[in-house]
């Protein structure tokens, strides 16, 4: 019987061909993309993006980026993971009867929120909800028409949540920091925020938890800040109804 050895390249090539055709199945992408148009089907690229932030994140690798190709709306969202979505465009999160983000990622795990308009029709319960010891940023959104909180920080000790040039308007609560189990740490820092028509609160800090505030305008709201933590108001803010610094350092 004749022995025919195969040689060495075409045994790799060989397992490059296995390799190429198991690996995609199982990859995700460092950055996906969502449109108006597009189809939770597809792989989430450039060319063939998804429809809906839901649909996009477990194509996205921990530490990846959602984007937006144009205008839509792309549904609610949990995030388990550090990630970005960031939206140049009109990017709408619309819900209903339900919370529109909620952020549970493993501790200390990063997640940006930038651009988004995130509305709950007066139905929805909280518009970011953060239940994790998590650091999270939200940039250059709308928050709007939530029963609930506009911003619900309710995670255990170490949650951060970094509010920045944002709109928060018509919600229960703007934001609230209420640790859970309550009297854990949770920390607020609001910057260059409007904040109006809040139904109770425009912004509630709940014992044990700390709020620093500066560049922001709060006002509408029954009481603009409810405090029974820490709470730093920096030289440059405006409020309109209660809000009784713990300190009020000026700015350098």
Request: glycine fraction near 14%.
């Amino acid at each position: 019987m004749r022995m025919f050895a195969l040689p060495g390249t075409a045994i790799l090539g060989g397992i490059l061909a296995i390799a190429l055709n198991v690996l995609p199945a199982h990859a995700q992408a460092t950055r996906t993309w969502v449109s108006g148009v597009g189809d939770d089907a597809n792989p989430c690229s450039r060319t063939a993006p998804c429809k809906t932030f839901a649909g996009a994140i477990s194509k996205t690798a921990t530490g990846g980026e959602i984007n937006c190709l144009d205008p839509g709306g792309f549904g609610g969202v949990t995030i388990g993971k550090a990630m970005q979505i960031i939206c140049q465009v009109e990017a709408g999160v619309l819900v209903s009867g339900t919370n529109a983000i909620i952020v549970n990622t493993p501790a200390n795990a990063e997640v940006l929120l930038d651009g988004l308009d995130i509305e709950g029709l007066g139905t929805g319960l909280n518009g970011v909800r953060i239940i994790s010891a998590s650091k999270v940023t939200i940039r250059r959104s709308s928050i709007r028409n939530f029963t609930g909180n506009g911003v619900d920080l309710n995670g255990p000790t170490g949650a951060r949540a970094v509010i920045e040039d944002c709109m928060i308007l018509s919600n229960n609560n703007g934001i609230s920091a209420v640790g859970n189990p309550a009297g854990n740490t949770n920390v607020a820092v609001v910057i260059r925020t409007t904040l109006d028509n809040n139904a109770a609160n425009g912004i509630n800090i709940a014992s044990g938890s700390t709020l620093q505030i500066r560049g922001s305008n709060i006002f509408g709201n029954a009481v603009s800040v409810n405090n029974a933590g820490t709470f730093t108001s920096f030289g440059d803010n405006a409020f309109s109804g209660t809000a009784t610094p713990t300190t009020t350092p000026g700015l350098h």
